[in-house]
């Protein structure tokens, strides 16, 4: 019920219920379609370093390495990755550019191929 949540976000205090929505918010929408709501708006997709779509374990590690204190500020390393790219090895890129690379790249193989009609 209702009053059983609340009570539950005031045991956790702020910081807790914050942590508890961050986790369940990012696990849930980039583990399901490797895309936030604010990733979709801006049409950007989570990948690995091979353009694929990570796995639950990749996405669970990125998840967790946001929860690292002052992590937001990260972007400012020589790198300027944020750890949860950098330590789960995964890269943000638009969407439509990584369908086009692919495409392209997929394509490659099928040089010196005979084509099936």
């Known amino acids: 019920t209702y009053d059983a949540w609340v009570e539950i976000m005031i045991s956790l205090g702020v910081v807790g219920t914050y942590l508890s929505f961050a986790i369940i918010y990012y696990l849930f929408f980039e583990g399901l379609f490797g895309r936030t709501i604010g990733k979709i708006v801006t049409g950007s997709v989570v990948v690995d370093e091979n353009g694929l779509k990570p796995s639950f374990k990749i996405i669970f590690i990125r998840t967790l390495c946001r929860l690292i204190p002052f992590e937001a500020l990260s ?10 790219d950098s330590f789960s090895r995964t ?12 495409e392209n790249f997929y394509s490659l193989d099928l040089i010196g191929r005979k084509e099936v009609i």
Do not use: N
């Open 75 to 84: 972007f400012l390393s020589k790198s300027a990755r944020f750890w949860h």
């Open 91 to 102: 890269y943000v890129v638009e969407k439509k550019d990584l369908e086009q690379d692919m």
